[in-house]
Each structure stands twice: as C-alpha cells, then as structure tokens.
C-alpha cells in the first residue's frame, strides 16, 4: 500500500513509567502489588466536573453516562493520597530531573515554571477523578525526521482488576509521556520512531522495566479520514500494525460512505419497540430482556456487516457505542438469521418495520431506558458513517485491530491543580543535568573497546543487569568475561528451581574471585548457583569448588603421568590431550584449564 | 504589556508559536492556556497579544426548574470547600459558587424538594465569627418562619462544629437544620459534596428535627452520617470521614443513592420543639487548652473576659501552679468552665486534689461537654442567664445534647 500517497499522518505519544523512589504526589513507594493482597476497599462515585473556563469535556460527560460505583483495593504499600483523601505531596524533584534529562536528550527546551493541571479521567482509573499531568519542555528532535513537540510528567493511573474494580498501587507511579508531531509517513516509521525514543527512555537507566511499564498511543489520519488516538499498544512489535489496520479502517468507512450516499441512504432515528415479535424466541439474549427497541437504517443492509478491519464490521462500531449505555450488544439484519433468532423472525421484524431489501434493522435488548439510551448511541453512529470517519478514541483489541473508547478530548478536560505549587526549573539546573550515554552509542564503545561481538555487545547494553556489568568493569573486572558471567551463568542460576536472589556483590565477588586465580572460571555457574541457594561466595566457593592451588595441580599431574609412563612415551606430544582430559576430571571448575595445560606440559617435557 | 485573563494571546517559545490565552502573571512570567487544555508557565516577554475572538461568554444559565410539589427546602450558603472553585488571584482554591450553582451542578437535588437559595456571607469558615453565627441563625429563623420544611446550610468545614453548635442554642426548631460541607472541592470529579448534599437533602426532608452536621460516614460515598451538632467534631485535617460523633452514635444515617434516612430513638424529631429564638451571645469568651508547664501568667491575657473555657488534662486538670490565676479570674467575675482534652468522657474534679482545687477556686465542671461546644454555649449561657448562679445551673443543664445527662449540683 502506497501511504504517503494515502496521505497517511501519524504521531505517537509514549507513556513510560520512572523508576523513583517515590510516587509522584505522595510518598508511597512505586512497587506493584498483587490484587490478593489489598487490605482495604473504598467505593466511590465519579461525576463530570466543568473547567475552570466553564465547559465540560465531551469525552468525560460520555463515560459518565452511567452512575458507576467504583471500588478500589488498597494496600499496606499505598497511603491516603492514592484514595484522594489527603492533598498532594509536593511534586517529586527525582522523577522531574528524570524527565528533564530526557528532554535534553531530545534538545529540548524546559519550561521556566512546571505547572500541574488535573487532566480529568471519570472512567473510574483515577480515584481523583482527574491525572495530575504537567508539561517540562518543548520541541525536541528525533533524527532529523521528526519533531517532539512536548514532554510532560504525569501520574499513572490505576491498574483495572476487573469491570468496576480498580487497584490503587499503580496509581501515582511517576510516567514521562512524550508526544512527537505527527511527522510519520509510513507504519514502519512509526515503529522506528518508537523504538528510538524507548532506546532512548532506558539508555537512562532510570525508567522501569517490563510489560505494562512502556504503553504507546498511536494517533493515525489519512487524506479525507480523521484523527483517531489508539491508545494502550503495549508491545513495540505490533505498533505498524495498529497503524496498517487504521488506514484499512479508514479507507473501508470512506468506501462505506461513498456507498450510502450513492445508494441514496437514510437515518431517520425512528425507534419501535419490538419486544412482541421476539415473544417466543428460541434467542437466548432476547427471551431474558425486558425490552426490544428497534430502529431502521434505510439503505445500510450488507454495508453494516462489512468488514472494515480484521474481525470488526460497521456494526461493531455501533455496538461499541451502544455498550456506553450498558447494554451487551447489538444484532442487525447483515447477520441474522443467527444466534438463535430464526429467518421467521427477521422476516417479521421486517416486515413490522416496513424495511425493505436494501435496508438494515439493528435491535437491542434490555431495560427499556438502557435500550432508549443505546439507540440513541447507535443511531447518532450510523449517521456519522455519512460523514466517513468520526474522531475518536480508540483501544487497542487483540491483533491489532481497535474498539471505540470515547469521543477526543478536548481542552476542557484541563484543569489547574490548585493543591500543587508551581515549581521553577532555573537554567543552571538545567544546564547542570548529565546526559547519559545512548544505548547505541553504548553497543559500539562495548564492541570497540572491549572487544565484544555485536551480539553480546547490544544484549549487555540492552539487559536490565548493565548498571552490574559497568560496575564490574569499573571495579577491574574484564569486560568479556564480567558480560559472560552476567548474561549467561548469572541467568542460569537465578532460573534454576529454589534460587533466590543472588546480590550484585556476590556476583561481583565470584567474578574478582576467578581473576584473583581462587576460582576457576568453568566453575562460575556453580558457584552463582550455590549463592542462589543462600550461600556466601567463600562458602560457595569452598563448597563448590574449592580452589586447587598450583602445587596440588603439579602433584596430581605427577602421579597422573607416572602411571602412564608407557603411553606417553609411545605417543609423543600426542599424548597430550587424552591425558589432559583425564586431569580436567578431576580438577574442572577448581582451577582454570590454562594452568592445568601448563603444568601438564611441563610434566610430559620432564619425562620425555 | 499587560493583560487580563481569557485575553488571546501568542506565546513564541522554544522556537514554537504558540496560540493561547492569558490566565494570569506568575512573579516575571506568564501562564497561558495552550489550545491542549495545559497551563504553561514562560516569559512574560514571550507572550504578545493576538488577533482574535475572546473567549466566548458562557452560556446564560437556565432558570431553575423547581417541582412545587415537592417540600420547600432552604439553601443558606456561607462559601467553603462545597462552594469552591478556582481563584486566579492566588491560584488556590476559594469560595465563589452561591446555592443555585450548587442546585446547577447537583441535578439530582431537584427530584428531592424545592428550594429557596439565599447567601447571608461567603467565607472560608476560619474566618467566621459569633456575630456572623448570630446572623445565620436570624437567617434559618425567618426561613422556618417562611415556611421553609427544612434548612440547608452549607459551611466551610474547619469551623463548622462551633456554627453548627452555635445554632443549637440560640434556636428552637421544629424543622431539620442541616449543616454540610465537603472536603473534598466541588470542581473534582471525585468531590464528597454531591453525596454530602443529596444526603443532606434527604436528611431536610426527613422526620429529624434538630440540628445536625451531614458528612460521610466513611470513606465510601455511600453513606453520610447524621451528627448531633452539640456533639460533632472534624477529627481529620482530610478525610471524607472527617467528622465523627463523639461519646455518642449519630442521630441518624442517609444511604446513598438510595436517599434512605434513619433516625436514632433518641434524634429530636420534626415538630417535638416550637420555632423560638434566643439569639443574644456574649462574644468576650476564651477558650485555652492547658499543657505541661504552662506559664500561668498566660491566664492573665483572659483578664476582662466575661468566660474561659480551660480544655484541661485528663478528668478537668490544670497544673496546681495556675490555680491561684483561675481564682483571681474568678474572683474578677470570669466565669471558668473546665472540660477535657481527652474529648470523650466526662470531667470530674471530684477525684484528684488538684480537681478540688480547682472547684474551690470556682471552676464550674462542664461535664461531658466538647471543649468548642461549651465555648459556644459559654457564649450564650453569659448573654441569657439571670445571674451568676443561673450561668452555673444552665452549663450543667443538657440543652441540646451537649452533655450526656444534667450534672447533679453538689454544695
């Protein structure tokens, strides 16, 4: 598919979580619990609140739409803030300097004065009912392709147990969120983007790691279509694909449109209440509810089924609108006869209606008001499908493939954070903030000088473990062999069944160990692992493999030799490496091969 | 150059031009709203005034529609945390909402009653006083006298105990007097002041016919309690379970949604009592709490003072050494009440020496009374009694329930 032609935009917004301390507003640490153990619960209600400027944000009074009570689990680990029952903490200086630092990777330029705003959130994900979000800096550079536009420090929300219960140990958590310009042109440029500034995130070192600590929201238009945000793309690795399906959407709700309005189509947002045609059905869905409504769609019949992207079709896409009343779907006439209602009842249904061969019926069951309030939703969908593609709010599904969340946002959900004093950021501090090393410039210094591969190079630089390694090759340890025994032994023996945690000293400690000569290097495996089991090193070590001095080696290799007289003079120099493997028996991982092949030398020199 | 707030403006920073609007000065800088909804703050020679509509007017609020079915309700707001709202002048929170911003933004307030909205004052409750207490109950009084079936005040929460108890004594009332707050603001989707109000609504509707304070009842926005205003005190800086009832339960309790109210055995209900006013106070009242190693000579700054309520150690103490101060206060015609910091309990100073010290220098006990409450009723008992001895039978009568049972006169 030729996206530049297709007039394909797209800008990326990267929410990643800081690895401080401290939360961003209280002082509860950053650590996430499982649901099991919450002590506490607190149920609460979220209402829409205007903004300061009067208005009330559209996408907000839609999930409000509902009366939601909203339970959230606490733990021993989250305080009063987290359940918004004490004003903020002032905000936390190390989770700024971490945002500061990136932005002046990216050359940007920092705000003179950081001021929070409460960016209102009623989905029940905030116990506040807003996220407290302040822009740092401004227009940076990624490449020389593309631009970003801002950097902003911001709470985390909470973490969804289930439907309307929420965990509040994630809430708080400090995230930078970076927003680019809408400079990308193809998919895969929004994959590369996107790798580049997570590579760039973590050559800090001072973000978290793992899944759910990284979240991309893509914001994807073509020529004619419209904006669309698709938020929480979690792994790196389907962002192009989030991006291809999006314009594949596109272009079927442009086609979609261009058919209607050739076909002459008509939303006239009449409903029926249909409840008596489905008086005897066999429909699982329909015998329970109380209330059928249904309504004409005039010359949408097979457009409503149409697949628009893998596994969603326009009547999808109403459906989704029509759950923010509460209902659990809809059916329409592309896909019946099926679950359970018969060709008799869509023959009637129609029939009732007065809808003909080319027109589509959609129907919902439930209470009479969510049934009222859905057809409403449906309805104002299926007229926007007039207009091609509406601007929306999406999540990402699956595959790739995406869901309607709620209308864009708008300014009104902004609001001052009248309990969080303005903090200034001088230009000395700004200046005085270090910039670490690029991971990519990391992978190259590691391969140039210390003379690792390629690949273990990018894994070292890359691994969770590097600030262990540079503190290894700082304390004299080498490189290779400090890169080796973290991404290999130390992997093992911290994966092995009954490890615990192995500290950076201990590792430190076996690795000076083995350059010290009291070690063997074949024995590091073992000895991690006998750490892994809660030994010291000295113990592991003496354990494990206690150290075989030279002139125990020289005595064993005597009387190795000794009884092999015979065939080592008959074999020469040949002899060498059977008899050598019969030493490393005994002595493997207590001394290292070197010195076994050196005494061993001097040994077949001495009686040849 | 100067503007003023809502003016458009251009801000050019960071190699960007920016489109806003000017908010407010910050020291040498500028806060402008960018079109994302953010407040920034830059240079204020970073911002020039721009072409453009400013922004629009907001719409004209819609008359109020009010069911005259339903009971009349009186909303009497006197500002705080339920009433507030951004000010740009100091960028804190501050009080600005009136009552029918209040029925504006709770919409679920006119299925309950109707209302009568009016606003004698808006301050922030530090910054009440006696005399303002003495306004708000002429106000509640002439709304009752009006017709009005129950009354809503709404209070900044800090002081609302002395307001509320205040009330309590300078009137009689046949209707439900409810006093609310919130502590949480109202511009937070997460505001305690919706359930807080619906609940209180309730509550005005309801058979209760005493004065209450309605808050949660816990941390869950799904209940508010229903406290005796002689009994009530906010017990956390800022929790939504701020107030508690103390040495008693709650004369009641409204769930929420559901709006169900349940009166106690003991909750004064509607109609027990005639509409009476007493609304005289003598404001020359102190009230010090007493602590180890206390200079005595701080008694002296309540010299002149009609009344001295001294929140004592444990039953009602006073290090010895202030005895002989209390005495000259008394002598000079102060009269001293002592109560206990312990809150709950009754002060006796029958027990410990130190307690009959203080009896012959004249300390009246003041029972089981808060420290706050019997302030105010100090205040009141001065401006109402006949003589000094009517003073010391009515601060050891129960009036409005500040205290557990009548205190047995002893000579």
Known sequence: MDYKALGLKAGIEIHQQL???????????????????????????LRVAASEMGDVDRAAQEETMQHRLFTYYTYDTTGLVEIDEEPPAPLNREALDIVLTIAKMF?????????????????????????????????????????????AVEEEACQRVKDTIFSVDRLGIPLIEITTAPCMKTPEEVHDVAQYIGMTLRSTGRVKRGLGTIRQDVNVSIADGARVEIKGVQELDLIAEVVRREVQRQLSLLAIRDELIARNALVNGEVYDVTKVFAETQSNVLKKAKCILGTVL??????????????????????????????????????????????EEVHILKETLGAGEQDAVIIVAATEQKCRCAMQMIIRRAKMAFDGVPEETRKMLEGGSTAYMRPLPGAARMYPETDVLPVP??????????????????VKRFATEYGMDDGM??????????????????????????????????KEASRAEGAGIISDDAVIGVMKAVEAGNAAKEAVLDILSACAKGLSVKDAIAKVAPAFSREELQELVRGIVSERVDFIKSRGKAALGPVMGVVMKEVRGRIDGKVVSEVLNDELNRIM | ??????????????????????????????????????????????????????????????????????????????GGTIASTVDYRTGAVSSKFTAEDILRSIPELAGIARYHTLQPFNILSENMNPAMWQELARTIYDEIKDGAQGIIVTHGTDTMLYSAAAVSFMLDTPVPVIFVGAQRSADRPSSDNAVNAICSAQAGVSDLGEVVVCMHATSNDTACSLHRA?????NHTSCRDAFQSIGRSPVGTVTYPDGKVVLADDAVKRDDVRLSLLDELEPACGLLTYYPGMNPSVLDAFKGYK???????????????CIEKIADLVAAGTTVVMTSQCMAGSVCDRVYETGRYLLDAGVIEGGSMLPEVALVKLMWVLANAKDAADVKRLMQKNLKGELDVDIRGEN
């Open chain 1, 457 to 490: 190079a990018r894994q070292m630089a890359y691994s969770e473990q590097l600030p262990l390694f540079e503190r290894a090759v700082a304390e004299g340890i080498r490189p290779v062999f400090a890169a080796r025994t973290i991404l290999a032994s130390l």
């Open chain 1, 107 to 151: 050359d940007m330029t920092p705000l003179p004065e950081i001021h929070t705003m409460r960016k209102m959130i009623v989905d029940g994900s905030a116990t506040s009912g807003f996220q407290r979000t302040a822009l740092v800096a401004l227009n940076g550079k990624i490449a020389d392709t593309c631009r970003i536009e801002t950097v």
């Open chain 2, 230 to 234: 002689t009994r009530v005190r906010k």
């Open chain 2, 307 to 321: 009344g001295l309520v001294i929140a004592g150690t444990g039953l009602g103490h006073t290090g010895t050494d």
């Open chain 1, 19 to 45: 690895n401080t301390k401290e939360k961003l507003f209280c002082h509860s640490p950053t650590v996430i619990r499982d649901s099991d153990e919450h002590y506490d619960v607190v149920q609460r209600y």
């Open chain 2, 1 to 78: 150059m100067t503007f003023t707030n809502t003016d458009p403006v251009t801000v050019s920073f960071a190699g960007l031009e920016m489109e806003g609007i000017y908010i407010s000065a910050s020291g040498d800088n500028a806060v402008v709203k960018l079109k994302s909804g953010y407040n920034i703050c830059v240079p204020e020679t970073a911002v020039t005034a721009r072409e453009g509509t400013p922004a629009p007017e907001k719409p004209s609020a819609q008359p109020l529609a009010q069911n005259e079915k339903l009971p009349l309700l009186s909303i009497i707001s006197t």
């Open chain 1, 425 to 442: 950021v001088t230009a000395e501090h700004f200046a005085g903030i270090e910039m670490p090393e690029l991971l990519t410039d990391k």
């Open chain 1, 298 to 343: 005039h010359g949408f019949a097979g457009l409503v089924g149409t697949e628009i992207q893998p596994g969603r079709r326009l009547g999808s896409e109403m459906s989704d609108y029509a759950k923010k009343c509460g209902v659990g779907g809809l059916f329409h006439t592309d896909e019946l006869p099926a679950y359970g209602v018969t060709a």
